[in-house]
């Protein structure tokens, strides 16, 4: 647009993205302390503020970064702070020069050193395991390579592009979604500590490949679980293996959780699994009722603990637990490649379980899909016992369906839920 067209300030977003360039360099006012958004002739856009030497007296420009890395939000408290250093009596020129002077050795330190430290600030913030193993495989196998021995302040956004294409080349475009918010973690941390002025990551989306629509995890319906669950007794996977799929078609777990189960984790007398927030996605902890089948299951794999303490072990110092791909494979070995996964134990469980009349509140629990607020604190405690009857219920009925459900067996398992 043309700025002759503005109509109010402050600036909006939409302006700021579309105003047009003209044949000289133009100023902005944006409309709060002194800050203006200047348009070059070639359509690059900054932040400039316009202030009063303490010390002369005399009126200066001060860049404060580029547009859009710099967004309005953080140019304004650029802004503010600028004017709260005059009125001081500190020039904030000069304030910058000795920051900058100060932060040189961390400003030439190579990217993989800021990279470290805020992987090192994730780990302290309890982020879930699971997202810090998929961060650190990303910074060695993708990151490291391409721009960690570029000192912080010398990357550049077609660096960053060149982050990006790589997972894209593989068409890793789930994990590149991903690796775009890391990387934009780590420039925001690196900004914070002054040591590059702006974030050369943001707006990546711009030039990224387009992921496909995600789809459900392949799953089955109720009619299909009989002929499952017989090839699954069948499967020539180990016993290990077995159990932990078994496990998560008992529970309705997430397949990672069940992985790394520990047997800390695991009360065998009071029939809880507790897994710890930072193995769960939403970070907080959940409660699993185990059913008695589940439980002799994991009585049954006790004898082949390790030190590790993993319930599920794997093999070697590499691998502390079955692999990620352990499970599917098992389903695999059963005969039911590309129709069922791990994950899809999930979607099978809510829709069975949904289907036959228990509450959806109950199975979101049991899934642990996010509630907030008083609401969610009050399910957590509340459902606890009415899960247990519910996941003993779909353990029974799987049984059921398993040695061949009978119409009499049908009709006592509604009955079972009509008392709850």
Request: proline share 5%.
């Given at each position: 647009?043309?700025?002759?067209?503005?109509?109010r300030?402050?600036?909006?977003d939409t302006?700021?993205?579309?105003l047009?360039?003209?044949?000289?360099e133009y100023?902005?006012?944006?409309?709060?302390?002194r800050?203006?958004?200047?348009?070059?002739p070639?359509g690059?856009?900054?932040w400039?503020?316009?202030?009063?030497?303490?010390?002369?007296g005399?009126w200066?420009?001060m860049?404060?970064?580029?547009y859009?890395?710099k967004?309005?939000r953080?140019?304004r408290?650029s802004?503010?702070?600028i004017a709260d250093?005059?009125?001081n009596g500190?020039?904030?020129?000069?304030?910058?020069r000795?920051?900058?002077?100060s932060h040189?050795?961390?400003?030439?330190a190579n990217?993989?050193?800021?990279?470290?430290e805020?992987?090192?600030?994730?780990e302290s913030?309890?982020?879930?395991h699971?997202?810090?193993?998929?961060?650190?495989s990303?910074?060695?196998?993708?990151?490291y390579?391409?721009?960690?021995?570029i000192?912080?302040?010398?990357?550049?956004?077609?660096?960053c592009?060149?982050?990006?294409q790589?997972?894209?080349?593989?068409n890793?475009?789930s994990?590149?979604?991903?690796?775009?918010?890391?990387l934009?973690?780590?420039f925001?941390?690196?900004?914070?500590?002054?040591?590059?002025?702006?974030?050369?990551?943001?707006?990546?989306?711009?030039?990224?490949k387009?992921?496909?629509?995600s789809?459900?995890y392949?799953?089955l319906?109720?009619?299909?679980?009989p002929?499952?669950?017989?090839?699954m007794n069948?499967?020539?996977?180990?016993?290990?293996?077995?159990?932990?799929a078994?496990?998560n078609v008992?529970?309705?777990?997430?397949?990672?959780?069940?992985r790394?189960?520990?047997?800390?984790?695991v009360?065998?007398?009071?029939?809880?699994?507790?897994?710890?927030?930072g193995?769960?996605?939403?970070?907080?902890?959940?409660l699993v009722?185990?059913?008695?089948?589940?439980?002799?299951?994991?009585?049954q794999?006790?004898?082949?603990?390790?030190?590790?303490?993993?319930?599920f072990?794997g093999?070697?110092?590499?691998?502390?637990?079955?692999?990620?791909s352990?499970?599917?494979?098992?389903?695999?070995?059963?005969?039911?490649?590309?129709?069922?996964?791990?994950?899809?134990?999930?979607?099978?469980?809510?829709?069975?379980?949904?289907?036959h009349?228990?509450?959806e509140?109950?199975?979101?629990?049991?899934?642990?899909h996010?509630?907030?607020?008083?609401?969610?604190?009050y399910?957590k405690?509340?459902?606890?016992?009415?899960?247990?009857?519910?996941?003993?219920?779909?353990?029974?009925y799987?049984?059921?369906?398993?040695r061949?459900?009978t119409?009499e067996?049908?009709?006592d398992f509604q009955?079972?839920?009509?008392?709850?």
């Amino acid at each position: 647009m043309k700025r002759t067209a503005i109509k109010r300030r402050p600036l909006a977003d939409t302006v700021l993205a579309s105003l047009e360039p003209e044949a000289k360099e133009y100023r902005e006012a944006y409309g709060v302390d002194r800050l203006y958004f200047v348009v070059s002739p070639s359509g690059r856009k900054r932040w400039e503020v316009r202030y009063k030497n303490p010390e002369t007296g005399r009126w200066g420009w001060m860049g404060v970064g580029g547009y859009p890395d710099k967004s309005a939000r953080l140019a304004r408290d650029s802004a503010k702070a600028i004017a709260d250093d005059v009125s001081n009596g500190i020039d904030p020129l000069e304030k910058r020069r000795q920051e900058k002077a100060s932060h040189r050795p961390d400003r030439m330190a190579n990217w993989s050193v800021t990279a470290e430290e805020w992987y090192s600030h994730c780990e302290s913030e309890g982020i879930a395991h699971n997202t810090l193993r998929g961060i650190r495989s990303w910074l060695d196998n993708d990151a490291y390579p391409t721009i960690g021995r570029i000192p912080i302040s010398k990357v550049t956004r077609a660096d960053c592009v060149r982050v990006q294409q790589r997972l894209e080349d593989r068409n890793a475009l789930s994990r590149a979604i991903k690796a775009r918010g890391w990387l934009n973690g780590i420039f925001r941390y690196a900004v914070a500590l002054g040591r590059c002025d702006s974030n050369p990551a943001a707006d990546l989306t711009s030039v990224a490949k387009r992921a496909p629509e995600s789809t459900p995890y392949a799953h089955l319906l109720e009619s299909e679980l009989p002929g499952f669950l017989r090839a699954m007794n069948g499967s020539p996977s180990g016993l290990l293996v077995k159990t932990a799929a078994r496990i998560n078609v008992l529970t309705a777990s997430r397949p990672g959780n069940v992985r790394w189960m520990h047997w800390d984790e695991v009360n065998l007398d009071k029939a809880l699994w507790h897994i710890p927030a930072g193995k769960m996605k939403a970070r907080r902890d959940h409660l699993v009722p185990l059913p008695k089948q589940a439980i002799d299951g994991l009585r049954q794999v006790r004898p082949l603990a390790t030190r590790s303490g993993y319930v599920f072990p794997g093999r070697g110092s590499k691998s502390p637990v079955v692999s990620h791909s352990a499970i599917n494979n098992c389903i695999d070995l059963a005969g039911y490649q590309g129709r069922m996964t791990g994950h899809g134990a999930r979607h099978t469980a809510t829709t069975l379980l949904t289907e036959h009349g228990w509450p959806e509140r109950w199975t979101d629990m049991q899934l642990s899909h996010k509630k907030v607020g008083v609401r969610g604190v009050y399910d957590k405690a509340a459902y606890l016992e009415k899960r247990k009857l519910m996941m003993q219920w779909y353990a029974d009925y799987l049984d059921a369906l398993e040695r061949g459900i009978t119409e009499e067996e049908v009709e006592d398992f509604q009955s079972r839920i009509r008392l709850m």
